[in-house]
Nanobody, 117 residues
Framework: QVQLVESGGGLVQPGGSLRLSCDVSGFTFSTYWMCWVRQAPGKGFEWVSILNGGGNLIYYSDSVKGRFTISRDNTKNTLYLQMDSLKSEDTAVYYC??????????WGQGTLVTVSS
């Protein structure tokens, strides 16, 4: 059964940090590009970051570059997003997704991150 399960969201103050995890099962995790996508309240989806199967090709959106770090542990089938220096505009539901032929074809259920004082 294919599953992507995010965790680690919550309430954090501006300037704080959170680490999101995405546990994957049901496909060969190490062979796929994986990404994080977010959706702020009342807005559309925004791509956040992506990395390849080996974890050595990494890209970030300009809005998070220098503050967020994407990584993966292929021995644990887990994708991570370390989020530092969080801002109120980072408030969103964060989704991990598998990329297949440049399209995010499998998504998790999402985890809510709220940045507020």
């Amino acid at each position: 059964q294919v599953q992507l399960v995010e965790s680690g969201g919550g309430l954090v103050q501006p300037g704080g940090s959170l680490r999101l995890s995405c546990d994957v099962s049901g496909f060969t995790f190490s062979t796929y590009w994986m990404c994080w996508v977010r959706q702020a309240p009342g807005k559309g989806f925004e791509w956040v970051s992506i990395l390849n199967g080996g974890g050595n090709l990494i890209y970030y959106s300009d809005s998070v570059k220098g503050r967020f770090t994407i990584s993966r542990d292929n021995t644990k089938n887990t994708l991570y997003l370390q989020m530092d220096s969080l801002k109120s505009e980072d408030t969103a539901v964060y989704y991990c997704a598998r990329h297949n032929f440049n399209i995010p074809d499998l998504w998790g259920q999402g985890t809510l991150v709220t940045v507020s004082s």
